[in-house]
């Protein structure tokens, strides 16, 4: 491993004093620990009933703050939740799965509310894209500056975010991934371009999800790249192939996580064959609380390995 050829430099340089500070904590761990994750702030105290031990980092969405779910009367504590948790020490990793903007089918199997999913909505993402001065491009930009909105008010209370954006694309189930590669990653510049040199949003650390090189939008703009695993239940391999494709793919130039995970990477695995996630997120309800994918012993011997970073061993951070 060569984690000299990795900087803690972020891709946006008026990047906030916070999100540096995070930045180069991650690095500094990175290769030598693995920090615990988990998707929803509500597992928190489940988690810390049954391991003794809080996560170092919650996964959080901003679906419910999509002006087509909003529309039709869906509201969200989590912009609350996550200043709860920074408050904490914790860290804020956030994914966007981003209601359609329009033309959502809405009949049963296809309901409003699953209008993140391709087969939910016929919204053409390259059309609007391709198409500038069109309404779709509009609805674009209005559901991106909307989200900014609330974003803003993690950046106003000093809130360091691994943002997320367009998870997921090359799998193609989400709208965003629909059009293929060409479309995605220019959504993504757009998304970048407008959150931080429109909006300012300086506090967010970019978090690419993908790992087919003819999907990555460039080193300009990914701070971090990351891959979404769901292997077989109770399998932890530490997923060496996975990690290698995105080495492969930034040529080992940038950190990796596994941004969101079913079974959990055994960590004395990871140590032993250096295989170096900087995170795992374990996704939510059967993937944690089932016991198929996690029983609550491997859960107590993760969360209490010396190899693993929990809530309780993350630095005093300049802002607590």
């Not at 509201?75 to 200043?83: G, N």
Request: aromatic letters at 12%; proline letters at 5%; charged letters at 25%.
């Amino acid at each position: 491993m060569t984690e000299n050829k990795i900087s803690s430099t972020l891709v946006n340089q008026d990047a906030t004093s916070e999100a540096r500070e995070l930045m180069k904590y991650l690095l500094k761990s990175y290769g030598t620990a693995v920090l615990a994750g988990q998707q929803e702030y509500s597992n928190l105290n489940w988690i810390n009933e049954n391991t003794g031990r809080k996560p170092a980092v919650i996964g959080f969405d901003l679906m419910e703050y999509s002006p087509s779910r909003t529309e039709r009367g869906a509201t969200s504590e989590e912009i609350r939740d996550m200043i709860a948790w920074h408050q904490q020490g914790g860290i804020v990793t956030l994914c966007w799965h981003w209601n359609a903007p329009s033309q959502l089918i809405d009949e049963p199997g296809k309901e409003w509310w699953r209008g993140f999913y391709t087969e939910a909505t016929t919204f053409d993402l390259a059309s609007a894209l391709a198409h500038p001065e069109s309404d779709e491009y509009a609805l674009l930009i209005r559901d991106i500056d909307v989200i900014a909105g609330h974003m803003q008010e993690l950046k106003d209370v000093g809130v360091p975010v691994l943002f997320r954006p367009l998870h997921e694309a090359e799998g193609g189930w989400f709208w965003w991934g629909a059009k293929g590669p060409e479309p995605a990653k220019q959504l993504y510049r757009l998304l970048y371009d407008r959150l931080v040199n429109t909006h300012e949003l300086n506090n967010l650390i970019w978090v690419w999800n993908s790992e087919q090189p003819e999907w990555y939008p460039g080193d300009d703009v990914v701070d971090i790249v990351s891959v979404d695993v769901y292997p077989k239940s109770g399998d932890h391999d530490p997923l060496a192939e996975r990690y290698e494709n995105l080495r492969n793919l930034v040529s080992d130039s940038k950190m990796i996580a596994l941004a969101e995970n079913g079974s959990i990477p055994d960590p004395q695995q990871m140590e032993e064959q250096r295989i170096h996630w900087s995170w795992f997120c374990t996704w939510t309800g059967e993937f944690l609380r089932g016991g198929q994918h996690n029983t609550v012993e491997f859960l107590k011997e993760v969360y209490n390995s010396d190899y693993v970073i929990t809530l309780e061993r993350l630095p005093e951070w300049s802002w607590k």
